[in-house]
C-alpha cells in the first residue's frame, strides 16, 4: 500500500523560481513508514521528481516519525506536491525519479569540493577563508570569502577617543554533513583572530558557518552562528560580517553595482556611468549600460564620447548602511582618499547587493537585514581587477556594540537586598550574572553566482527571495493526523462559541504582530522577542523596569505561536514563531562557559537576570521549528543541552529562596530538581534527544524519572525530588506537598501530554491526572485526595487546560465544565466574554501613534492562547 500526502508552499503559490532548492521537514503516523528511504516526491501532475530524504526522529517502534525532505533548484516549481511513502514494490520503486542532475562533492586532503552542475566551490579545509573559489560554468565569481570583524577597546564618553583592531575568522575544522544527491551540507567552524602577529588580544568570537548546495543550483544559502566571548568591561564589537573578492575583467562601462532599497526598488549603476553626459554616446549604448547587458564596440559609439571615456570618474566603492528599522542611507566615491559622495536614502532596504560584469558575478542578499540593524553592505575596488563584496551583519559605523551591564548593583550585594529588589522592579539582580559572554546570534544570506549582469527583474526576485525565502509544508490538517506535538487540532469556527474564541486568538496575534511594529522591537541582539509587561501610566511596554522588560520565553510565548501555526498554516505566524525561535535559543541562552546549556530570565537586557534556568532553554521551545524545517543550527543548540541535568550540580535555580537552604549541600547523588519547570525542561530534552538519536541515555534518564514520579507518593505535587546525577534517577523516598504556579507554564503540559501516549507507564499517568485533576479543584476535594489543601494556586485561566486533559482522559463532563468555567473566572486580564478593543493613543503623549489594548498588559497572552487552543482540542464538545 502507498499513501501520498499533499504539500503545499507556506505563501499560498508557488515561486517563480528555486534558485537554490527548497528543503521543509514532515512527520508520519506511528509505524507507518520504516524509513527515509521510502519517501518520494511528486508534483501536481503526479510526475516524481528528484528528492532526498533522511530522518529527522523515529517513534519508540523504530518507524519514521519526522524526516527531512529536500528538493533540487527548478526555474518552474510546481504549485504543490505530493510525498509518498512507498511499500517496497516494484510497482512502488516504478514511482521514484529517474535520477537527474546530482550535486557532488569530492573530497581531497586539503579541500572539498562541490559542485551543484551549475556551480562550483572550493572550501579549505583550514585557513582564514570559507571558501577559495566559487565558479559558475566554469567562470570565477568569486574567491577568498572570509569573516572579519572589529573590536573596539572601549565606547568613549565625550571627545574621548577609541582604538580598532581588524580581525579575520580562521577556520579550524570542516566536516561534510550530507553529501547529496540532491543536497549537500558542509559545517565550518572557527574563530577570530587578530590580523596583526604581534597583537594582545586572544583569539574570541568562536562560529560556525553552514553552506547549502543543492543540485542544480545557482545559488547557495550560508547560516553564520557565533557565540560572543569577550569582556563586556572591555571588549566592544565594532563590525562583523563576511567579505567577498570579486573578479572583474570588463571593460569600466560594462561593471555594474546593484543594491536593493525598498520596496522593490533598486540603485543600478555602472562603475563608470554612460547616461547623463554633456555628449550622448548614443541610445543603445545607453541602453545596455541601463539594463546590464554588454555595450557595443567603443568604436561604435559617438566618438565625442568614446574619445573621452579617460576624463569619466570611475565609482569603485560603494555603501549602504542601515543604522536603525527606519531608514538607510547609500553613498559613493571615486576612490580611498575622495570624498564621499550622497546618493539617495529610504526606509527599509531589503539587504542585498551585487556586483558584476558582462561575464560574471556575485550577489549577497542577507535575511531579516533591516530588522537585525545595524547592518551595512559594502562594495569596495569595483574599478580594480578584483573587487570586494563585504555584508555587515554589525554595522562598523554604527555605535559599537555595548554589552555592558545597565546599572550598578544597587547595592544588591545580599540574598535578602537581591530578594528586596524583586519586590519592586521584579529584577532578580545577582552580581556577576548580567554577563553576556557566552550569547549567540545566528544569521541567514544567500549568494547568488551569475553569469552576467542579471535584469533588475530577476535581481529584485533574488532580493526577495532571500530575504522570505519560499518553503513547503504540509497542511494542518495532515498535520494533526498523525499525532504529533499533542493537544491541539485545525482552525475550526463551526460554532459561534468556537468563531469567538478563534477572532480572539487572531486579534491576540495580530495585536502582538503589530506591537513588533509600532515599537521597534528591532535590532541585533532584540529581535524575535516581545516585551513582558504593559505601562498603561507612560503608553509604553516596561522595556526599562527589571523583570518586565524582554520576555525571554516567560509563560511560553515561543509554544503559543507554534501551536498557532500548527493549527492555521499562516506564514505570517511561521515567520513570527521562526525570529523568537532564532532569538529564543540563541540569544536568551549560554552557548559556553559555566552556563551552558541555561537561560536568562525576562530583564532589560536578554542575558541580565541572575535566574539562569533550564525553563528557558528548553528544546520544548526550539523542537517545532526543527522538526518542520530540519534546520540543521536548530539542532544543534538542541545537541547541546543533552547533559543539561549537570547544572543543577554548579547553580542551584532557587538558591534565594529555597525552604531547606541552611540544609541542602548539592551534590551528584542528590541534587534538588523541581518537578515542574525543572523536570519539564529536562523532560523535552531527553525526549527530543531519544527521538533524533536513539540515545539510550537518553531514553533511560526520561524513562527513569517518569517511573519515579509515578513512584513518590504525591507524584508531581511533591514539588521537587533529589536527583543522582550519575544514575539519571529520582529518590522516591520524598513526602512532600510543594505546588507552585509556574510549575506548568513553560512546556510541562505539553510534554507530558505527548508522554501519556508516547510510551506506557500507568503510574506516571496516573501521577500527572492527580496534578490535573487537583490543581483547580475546591479545598474540600483536595483534602480528600491528599490530605491537605494546596497553596500557591495562580494562573488559574492558564491552568484550566489542566483541568480539560482530566476531563478528556476520564470522559468526565462535570470537569470540562469546570475547566471552562475556570477559564472564564480566570481571566485577570484575559476574558474569553469580553470583547477585545484597540486604543489609539497619538502624540504628543507617545512619540510616534500606536496602538494599546486595555485587556492585554502581560505575557499571559501566550498562556490564553494555550489554554484556548488545549481546551478546544480536548473538550471543545463540552463548550457552552
Given at each position: 500500500?502507498?499513501?501520498?500526502?499533499?504539500?503545499?508552499?507556506?505563501?499560498?503559490?508557488?515561486?517563480?523560481?528555486?534558485?537554490?532548492?527548497?528543503?521543509?521537514?514532515?512527520?508520519?503516523?506511528?509505524?507507518?513508514?520504516?524509513?527515509?528511504?521510502?519517501?518520494?516526491?511528486?508534483?501536481?501532475?503526479?510526475?516524481?521528481?528528484?528528492?532526498?530524504?533522511?530522518?529527522?526522529?523515529?517513534?519508540?517502534?523504530?518507524?519514521?516519525?519526522?524526516?527531512?525532505?529536500?528538493?533540487?533548484?527548478?526555474?518552474a516549481p510546481s504549485g504543490t506536491y505530493q510525498v509518498t511513502a512507498d511499500d517496497g514494490t516494484p510497482e512502488a520503486a516504478g514511482r521514484r525519479a529517474?535520477?537527474?542532475?546530482?550535486?557532488?562533492?569530492?573530497?581531497?586532503?586539503?579541500?572539498?569540493?562541490?559542485?551543484?552542475?551549475?556551480?562550483?566551490?572550493?572550501?579549505?579545509?583550514?585557513?582564514?577563508?570559507?571558501?577559495?573559489?566559487?565558479?559558475?560554468?566554469?567562470?570565477?565569481?568569486?574567491?577568498?570569502?572570509?569573516?572579519?570583524?572589529?573590536?573596539?577597546?572601549?565606547?568613549?564618553?565625550?571627545?574621548?577617543?577609541?582604538?580598532?583592531?581588524?580581525?579575520?575568522?580562521?577556520?579550524?575544522?570542516?566536516?561534510?554533513?550530507?553529501?547529496?544527491?540532491?543536497?549537500?551540507?558542509?559545517?565550518?567552524?572557527?574563530?577570530?583572530?587578530?590580523?596583526?602577529?604581534?597583537?594582545?588580544?586572544?583569539?574570541?568570537?568562536p562560529f560556525v558557518v553552514r553552506l547549502y548546495f543543492h543540485a542544480n543550483a545557482r545559488s547557495v544559502r550560508m547560516v553564520h552562528s557565533f557565540i560572543?566571548?569577550?569582556?563586556?568591561?572591555?571588549?566592544?564589537?565594532?563590525?562583523?560580517?563576511?567579505?567577498?573578492?570579486?573578479?572583474?575583467?570588463?571593460?569600466?562601462?560594462?561593471?555594474?553595482?546593484?543594491?536593493?532599497?525598498?520596496?522593490?526598488?533598486?540603485?543600478?549603476?555602472?562603475?563608470?556611468?554612460?547616461?547623463?553626459?554633456?555628449?550622448?554616446?548614443?541610445?543603445?549604448?545607453?541602453?545596455?549600460?541601463?539594463?546590464?547587458?554588454?555595450?557595443?564596440?567603443?568604436?561604435?559609439?559617438?566618438?565625442?564620447?568614446?574619445?573621452?571615456?579617460?576624463?569619466?570618474?570611475?565609482?569603485?566603492?560603494?555603501?549602504?548602511?542601515?543604522?536603525?528599522?527606519?531608514?538607510?542611507?547609500?553613498?559613493?566615491?571615486?576612490?580611498?582618499?575622495?570624498?564621499?559622495?550622497?546618493?539617495?536614502?529610504?526606509?527599509?532596504?531589503?539587504?542585498?547587493?551585487?556586483?558584476?560584469?558582462?561575464?560574471?558575478?556575485?550577489?549577497?542578499?542577507?535575511?531579516?537585514?533591516?530588522?537585525?540593524?545595524?547592518?551595512?553592505?559594502?562594495?569596495?575596488?569595483?574599478?580594480?581587477?578584483?573587487?570586494?563584496?563585504?555584508?555587515?551583519?554589525?554595522?562598523?559605523?554604527?555605535?559599537?556594540?555595548?554589552?555592558?551591564?545597565?546599572?550598578?548593583?544597587?547595592?544588591?550585594?545580599?540574598?535578602?537586598?537581591?530578594?528586596?529588589?524583586?519586590?519592586?522592579?521584579?529584577?532578580?539582580?545577582?552580581?556577576?550574572?548580567?554577563?553576556p559572554a557566552g550569547i549567540a546570534r545566528t544569521h541567514e544570506l544567500t549568494l547568488f553566482a551569475y553569469d552576467a549582469t542579471p535584469s533588475t527583474e530577476?535581481?529584485?526576485?533574488?532580493?526577495?527571495?532571500?530575504?522570505?525565502?519560499?518553503?513547503?509544508?504540509?497542511?494542518?490538517?495532515?498535520?494533526?493526523?498523525?499525532?504529533?506535538?499533542?493537544?491541539?487540532?485545525?482552525?475550526?469556527?463551526?460554532?459561534?462559541?468556537?468563531?469567538?474564541?478563534?477572532?480572539?486568538?487572531?486579534?491576540?496575534?495580530?495585536?502582538?504582530?503589530?506591537?513588533?511594529?509600532?515599537?521597534?522591537?528591532?535590532?541585533?541582539?532584540?529581535?524575535?522577542?516581545?516585551?513582558?509587561?504593559?505601562?498603561?501610566?507612560?503608553?509604553?511596554?516596561?522595556?526599562?523596569?527589571?523583570?518586565?522588560?524582554?520576555?525571554?520565553?516567560?509563560?511560553?510565548?515561543?509554544?503559543?505561536?507554534?501551536?498557532?501555526?500548527?493549527?492555521?498554516?499562516?506564514?505570517?505566524?511561521?515567520?513570527?514563531?521562526?525570529?523568537?525561535?532564532?532569538?529564543?535559543?540563541?540569544?536568551?541562552?549560554?552557548?559556553?562557559?559555566?552556563?551552558?546549556?541555561?537561560?536568562?530570565?525576562?530583564?532589560?537586557?536578554?542575558?541580565?537576570?541572575?535566574?539562569?534556568?533550564?525553563?528557558?532553554?528548553?528544546?520544548?521551545?526550539?523542537?517545532?521549528?526543527?522538526?518542520?524545517?530540519?534546520?540543521?543550527?536548530?539542532?544543534?543548540?538542541?545537541?547541546?543541552?543533552?547533559?543539561?541535568?549537570?547544572?543543577?550540580?554548579?547553580?542551584?535555580?532557587?538558591?534565594?529562596?529555597?525552604?531547606?537552604?541552611?540544609?541542602?549541600?548539592?551534590?551528584?547523588?542528590?541534587?534538588?530538581?523541581?518537578?515542574?519547570?525543572?523536570?519539564?525542561?529536562?523532560?523535552?530534552?531527553?525526549?527530543?534527544?531519544?527521538?533524533?538519536?536513539?540515545?539510550?541515555?537518553?531514553?533511560?534518564?526520561?524513562?527513569?524519572?517518569?517511573?519515579?514520579?509515578?513512584?513518590?507518593?504525591?507524584?508531581?505535587?511533591?514539588?521537587?525530588?533529589?536527583?543522582?546525577?550519575?544514575?539519571?534517577?529520582?529518590?522516591?523516598?520524598?513526602?512532600?506537598?510543594?505546588?507552585?504556579?509556574?510549575?506548568?507554564?513553560?512546556?510541562?503540559?505539553?510534554?507530558?501530554?505527548?508522554?501519556?501516549?508516547?510510551?506506557?507507564?500507568?503510574?506516571?499517568?496516573?501521577?500527572?491526572?492527580?496534578?490535573?485533576?487537583?490543581?483547580?479543584?475546591?479545598?474540600?476535594?483536595?483534602?480528600?485526595?491528599?490530605?491537605?489543601?494546596?497553596?500557591?494556586?495562580?494562573?488559574?485561566?492558564?491552568?484550566?487546560?489542566?483541568?480539560?486533559?482530566?476531563?478528556?482522559?476520564?470522559?468526565?463532563?462535570?470537569?470540562?465544565?469546570?475547566?471552562?468555567?475556570?477559564?472564564?473566572?480566570?481571566?485577570?486580564?484575559?476574558?474569553?466574554?469580553?470583547?477585545?478593543?484597540?486604543?489609539?493613543?497619538?502624540?504628543?503623549?507617545?512619540?510616534?501613534?500606536?496602538?494599546?489594548?486595555?485587556?492585554?498588559?502581560?505575557?499571559?497572552?501566550?498562556?490564553?492562547?494555550?489554554?484556548?487552543?488545549?481546551?478546544?482540542?480536548?473538550?471543545?464538545?463540552?463548550?457552552?
Amino acid at each position: 500500500m502507498t499513501d501520498s500526502t499533499l504539500i503545499r508552499w507556506i505563501d499560498g503559490q508557488a515561486p517563480a523560481e528555486i534558485s537554490g532548492g527548497t528543503t521543509w521537514g514532515m512527520p508520519f503516523a506511528r509505524g507507518s513508514v520504516p524509513g527515509a528511504e521510502a519517501l518520494s516526491v511528486a508534483d501536481a501532475a503526479g510526475t516524481p521528481v528528484p528528492s532526498q530524504a533522511w530522518p529527522l526522529a523515529t517513534w519508540p517502534d523504530g518507524s519514521l516519525k519526522w524526516a527531512g525532505i529536500a528538493l533540487p533548484a527548478t526555474d518552474a516549481p510546481s504549485g504543490t506536491y505530493q510525498v509518498t511513502a512507498d511499500d517496497g514494490t516494484p510497482e512502488a520503486a516504478g514511482r521514484r525519479a529517474p535520477g537527474g542532475a546530482a550535486v557532488t562533492v569530492t573530497e581531497e586532503a586539503d579541500a572539498l569540493t562541490v559542485d551543484t552542475g551549475v556551480l562550483r566551490m572550493v572550501i579549505n579545509r583550514r585557513g582564514s577563508t570559507l571558501f577559495s573559489s566559487l565558479s559558475r560554468d566554469g567562470r570565477p565569481v568569486a574567491r577568498d570569502a572570509r569573516l572579519v570583524s572589529l573590536l573596539q577597546d572601549g565606547v568613549p564618553e565625550g571627545s574621548g577617543t577609541a582604538g580598532r583592531e581588524a580581525f579575520t575568522g580562521e577556520v579550524t575544522a570542516v566536516v561534510l554533513e550530507q553529501t547529496g544527491p540532491v543536497r549537500a551540507v558542509v559545517r565550518l567552524e572557527g574563530v577570530h583572530h587578530p590580523d596583526l602577529p604581534d597583537s594582545t588580544h586572544r583569539g574570541w568570537l568562536p562560529f560556525v558557518v553552514r553552506l547549502y548546495f543543492h543540485a542544480n543550483a545557482r545559488s547557495v544559502r550560508m547560516v553564520h552562528s557565533f557565540i560572543w566571548d569577550g569582556d563586556p568591561e572591555q571588549d566592544f564589537l565594532a563590525g562583523l560580517g563576511v567579505r567577498f573578492s570579486v573578479p572583474l575583467q570588463a571593460e569600466l562601462h560594462d561593471r555594474h553595482v546593484r543594491i536593493a532599497g525598498a520596496d522593490g526598488g533598486f540603485l543600478t549603476e555602472a562603475v563608470r556611468g554612460l547616461t547623463g553626459l554633456r555628449r550622448d554616446p548614443g541610445a543603445d549604448v545607453r541602453d545596455a549600460q541601463i539594463a546590464g547587458r554588454a555595450t557595443p564596440p567603443a568604436e561604435d559609439w559617438n566618438p565625442e564620447v568614446s574619445g573621452r571615456l579617460h576624463l569619466i570618474p570611475a565609482w569603485g566603492d560603494y555603501t549602504l548602511t542601515q543604522l536603525s528599522a527606519d531608514g538607510f542611507e547609500l553613498r559613493k566615491r571615486t576612490a580611498p582618499g575622495h570624498g564621499w559622495v550622497g546618493i539617495s536614502g529610504g526606509t527599509r532596504s531589503a539587504g542585498f547587493c551585487s556586483l558584476s560584469d558582462t561575464r560574471c558575478g556575485l550577489g549577497v542578499g542577507i535575511k531579516d537585514f533591516w530588522q537585525s540593524h545595524p547592518g551595512q553592505l559594502d562594495i569596495r575596488g569595483a574599478a580594480s581587477g578584483e573587487g570586494t563584496l563585504t555584508a555587515w551583519l554589525f554595522s562598523p559605523e554604527a555605535r559599537p556594540m555595548d554589552l555592558r551591564y545597565y546599572h550598578d548593583g544597587l547595592g544588591q550585594d545580599t540574598f535578602e537586598e537581591q530578594l528586596e529588589g524583586l519586590e519592586i522592579t521584579y529584577e532578580d539582580y545577582e552580581p556577576g550574572f548580567g554577563n553576556p559572554a557566552g550569547i549567540a546570534r545566528t544569521h541567514e544570506l544567500t549568494l547568488f553566482a551569475y553569469d552576467a549582469t542579471p535584469s533588475t527583474e530577476s535581481l529584485a526576485a533574488d532580493a526577495a527571495a532571500a530575504s522570505a525565502p519560499s518553503l513547503l509544508q504540509a497542511t494542518p490538517q495532515y498535520l494533526h493526523s498523525v499525532g504529533v506535538f499533542g493537544d491541539w487540532d485545525p482552525v475550526d469556527r463551526s460554532t459561534p462559541a468556537r468563531a469567538r474564541l478563534e477572532d480572539q486568538l487572531d486579534f491576540l496575534f495580530d495585536f502582538y504582530a503589530g506591537q513588533v511594529e509600532q515599537r521597534r522591537w528591532y535590532g541585533f541582539w532584540n529581535y524575535g522577542d516581545v516585551m513582558h509587561t504593559y505601562d498603561f501610566d507612560r503608553h509604553v511596554w516596561r522595556y526599562d523596569v527589571g523583570g518586565y522588560a524582554w520576555d525571554n520565553s516567560e509563560l511560553s510565548p515561543d509554544l503559543w505561536l507554534w501551536y498557532s501555526y500548527l493549527r492555521s498554516g499562516r506564514a505570517d505566524i511561521f515567520r513570527f514563531a521562526e525570529a523568537m525561535t532564532r532569538h529564543t535559543g540563541e540569544v536568551d541562552v549560554y552557548h559556553l562557559g559555566p552556563w551552558k546549556g541555561l537561560g536568562s530570565r525576562h530583564n532589560v537586557q536578554h542575558w541580565g537576570c541572575s535566574a539562569k534556568q533550564l525553563r528557558i532553554s528548553t528544546p520544548a521551545y526550539r523542537r517545532f521549528y526543527y522538526y518542520l524545517t530540519a534546520d540543521e543550527r536548530t539542532g544543534d543548540l538542541l545537541s547541546e543541552l543533552v547533559d543539561s541535568d549537570r547544572n543543577f550540580l554548579g547553580l542551584d535555580p532557587v538558591r534565594k529562596v529555597r525552604p531547606d537552604a541552611a540544609t541542602y549541600r548539592p551534590n551528584r547523588g542528590a541534587l534538588g530538581v523541581g518537578l515542574g519547570t525543572d523536570w519539564g525542561s529536562l523532560a523535552a530534552t531527553w525526549l527530543t534527544d531519544w527521538e533524533r538519536t536513539g540515545n539510550p541515555w537518553s531514553r533511560d534518564r526520561l524513562l527513569g524519572t517518569m517511573a519515579d514520579i509515578g513512584a513518590l507518593k504525591y507524584g508531581f505535587l511533591t514539588g521537587e525530588a533529589l536527583y543522582d546525577l550519575d544514575k539519571g534517577r529520582f529518590d522516591t523516598g520524598r513526602e512532600q506537598i510543594q505546588v507552585s504556579h509556574l510549575s506548568a507554564v513553560f512546556g510541562l503540559v505539553e510534554i507530558c501530554s505527548e508522554l501519556v501516549d508516547l510510551v506506557p507507564d500507568a503510574d506516571f499517568e496516573r501521577a500527572w491526572l492527580q496534578y490535573c485533576k487537583l490543581f483547580l479543584a475546591t479545598k474540600e476535594e483536595q483534602v480528600e485526595a491528599v490530605g491537605q489543601p494546596l497553596e500557591g494556586i495562580y494562573l488559574t485561566q492558564a491552568h484550566s487546560r489542566l483541568t480539560a486533559y482530566a476531563a478528556a482522559r476520564l470522559q468526565d463532563p462535570g470537569l470540562a465544565a469546570r475547566a471552562w468555567d475556570s477559564f472564564t473566572e480566570g481571566g485577570e486580564h484575559l476574558n474569553h466574554g469580553s470583547a477585545f478593543t484597540l486604543q489609539r493613543i497619538e502624540p504628543p503623549h507617545v512619540l510616534l501613534p500606536v496602538d494599546e489594548a486595555p485587556t492585554v498588559s502581560t505575557n499571559d497572552t501566550a498562556q490564553f492562547g494555550l489554554a484556548v487552543i488545549q481546551n478546544l482540542a480536548l473538550i471543545g464538545e463540552h463548550l457552552h
